[in-house]
Nanobody, 116 residues
Framework: QVQLVESGGGLVQAGGSLRLSCVAS????????MGWYRQAPGKQRELVAT???????VYADSVKGRFTVSRDNAKNTVYLQMNSLKPEDTAKYYC??????????WGQGTQVTASS
């Protein structure tokens, strides 16, 4: 099991930037992929970005060119740099870790609000 703690959310004007961080603890040696999902009110949770243990990245089409996911394995931390934020990016952002066993652990979420 892995514990995940997110930080960095907040309120920003449209066009602004935020950087989310997620620190992992616990069974960190069995972490494979890490990344971020988001969920807006009344909508399903959707994948934002993922990064493998080898550094390969995948992004949702809606955030390509604006968001960047990165990972510092020495610090057990995954980041999400969000630029050119739009009101439609407003959601609660959740960090996740996919373990080698196939189990997925989740953080508690951090709210991101981009005002128009």
């Amino acid at each position: 099991q892995v514990q995940l703690v997110e930080s960095g959310g907040g309120l920003v004007q449209a066009g602004g930037s935020l950087r989310l961080s997620c620190v992992a603890s616990g069974n960190i040696f069995n972490i494979n992929d890490m990344g971020w999902y988001r969920q807006a009110p009344g909508k399903q949770r959707e994948l934002v970005a993922t990064i493998t243990s080898g550094g390969l990245t995948v992004y949702a089409d809606s955030v390509k060119g604006r968001f960047t996911v990165s990972r510092d394995n020495a610090k057990n931390t995954v980041y999400l740099q969000m630029n050119s934020l739009k009101p439609e990016d407003t959601a609660k952002y959740y960090c996740y870790a996919l373990l080698n066993s196939g189990r997925t652990d989740w953080g508690q979420g951090t709210q991101v609000t981009a005002s128009s």
